[in-house]
């Protein structure tokens, strides 16, 4: 009952090479760990439905993901979300380019965009 981002993005080559490389650093956004290493990024799901028809049971779900990727250097950023974007975009669809900024908690750079995923059930 969720997008398959982090299955896609783990077994992904290029994105192996900017936030892995043995395991690889996505997390859901309440859950990074304390110590980071960076890049690093972060999904949320911000928003989601079944697919409804009149006498038979929803085959699809849609959900609205917000990735954020966080780097030491907006070129870092910038790479992170290409090779994810490349990864995903088979298989789903970028809805928004959002912020780009520097963080104010960790002065890190962001890099944010919106996605939206329809999975079979």
Not at 16 to 37: H, N, Q, W
Not at 74 to 90: F, H, S
Request: glycine fraction near 4%.
């Amino acid at each position: 009952m969720n997008a398959p981002i982090f299955e896609i993005c783990a077994t992904n080559v290029e994105v192996l090479k900017v936030l892995g490389p043995s395991m690889i650093r996505m997390y859901m956004f309440d859950a990074r760990p304390e110590k980071l290493t960076y890049p690093y990024a972060t999904v949320q799901n911000f928003a989601g439905s079944a697919e409804m028809y009149l006498g038979t049971l929803p085959d699809v779900d849609t959900w609205s993901i917000q990735v954020d990727i966080f780097a030491k250097s907006t070129t870092e950023a910038k790479a992170v979300a290409k090779a994810i974007r490349n990864a995903i975009e088979p298989h789903s669809y970028i809805t928004r380019w959002g912020i780009q900024s520097i963080d104010d908690e960790t002065k890190s750079f962001r890099y944010s965009f919106d996605v939206d995923w329809m999975v079979l059930r």
